[in-house]
């Protein structure tokens, strides 16, 4: 009996620092199409797909999905991204915030990362409550929830479409790590890399985290992003 296999894709490049993140760039879409392309030269074909129901984990599936034909896709909130601009603003006063460089330059872009960091730790230990969102705790459960429900599903090879904080929390919930060290796993997240995940009848278990053999040429490599 083959095995079972969960694909956990990051969604491509989004518009960081524009009005509306939510929105694959150019670049974006090309790391979706590149992804598709691969799976069908290889043979990876999925009977299944789940996403959140965010534009670029629609935008990013549609990229893939130009290649072969994909069911459609299940929406499920658990694998919607938490809102970084509410995390932020969970701990610094508006007028902090005001003062902040554009996270398109390179100093505004370490402070944007070095101040969500700080945020999503605050969230996880309960000591912040960023406006509109879950507690952390139920933030990873409903991660969770979706894995579950694929394990206990017949799919035998399932493509989720998400984000970076869905995905670190669920390699880092399947690894039995702290939340803490899926910040890390977060953090190191590119668009569009792949995370394998085996099924067994009791759990998930981890087989690759973060790839990227659709953009492991000189053209490719050009193309790796992690925002």
């Given at each position: 009996m083959s095995e079972r296999k969960i694909y956990?894709?990051?969604?491509?490049q989004a518009s960081l620092?524009?009005?509306?993140?939510?929105?694959?760039?150019?670049?974006g879409e090309q790391q979706a199409v590149?992804?598709?392309?691969?799976?069908?030269?290889?043979?990876?074909?999925?009977?299944?797909?789940?996403g959140g129901t965010l534009r670029r984990h629609a935008q990013t599936y549609k990229g893939i999905a130009l290649a072969q034909a994909m069911p459609d896709m299940a929406l499920r909130l658990g694998l919607n991204e938490y809102d970084s601009e509410a995390?932020?603003?969970?701990?610094?006063?508006?007028?902090?915030?005001a003062v902040m460089k554009s996270p398109t330059s390179g100093e505004g872009y370490k402070q944007h990362f070095a101040m969500l960091r700080r945020g999503i730790a605050s969230w996880m230990r309960g000591e912040s409550q960023p406006v509109g969102m879950t507690t952390y705790a139920q933030f990873a459960a409903?991660?969770?929830?979706?894995?579950?429900?694929?394990?206990?599903s017949t799919a035998r090879s399932v493509l989720i479409s998400s984000s970076g904080g869905p995905l670190s929390s669920a390699v880092a919930q399947v690894l039995?790590?702290?939340?803490?060290?899926?910040?890390?796993?977060?953090?190191r997240m590119r668009n569009t890399a792949v995370s394998e995940l085996l099924v067994t009848p009791k759990r998930c278990?981890?087989?690759?985290?973060?790839?990227?053999?659709?953009?492991?040429d000189n053209a490719g490599r050009a193309m790796q992003t992690y925002a």
């Open positions: 956990l894709v990051r969604h491509g620092g524009a009005v509306d993140y939510d929105n694959l760039s150019e670049r590149r992804l598709g392309e691969y799976f069908a030269s290889h043979g990876i074909m999925f009977d299944a797909v789940y995390v932020i603003g969970a701990i610094l006063t508006p007028e902090q915030i409903g991660v969770m929830t979706v894995l579950d429900e694929v394990r206990a039995g790590l702290s939340h803490e060290a899926g910040i890390e796993l977060n953090m278990v981890l087989l690759t985290f973060n790839t990227l053999p659709h953009l492991d």
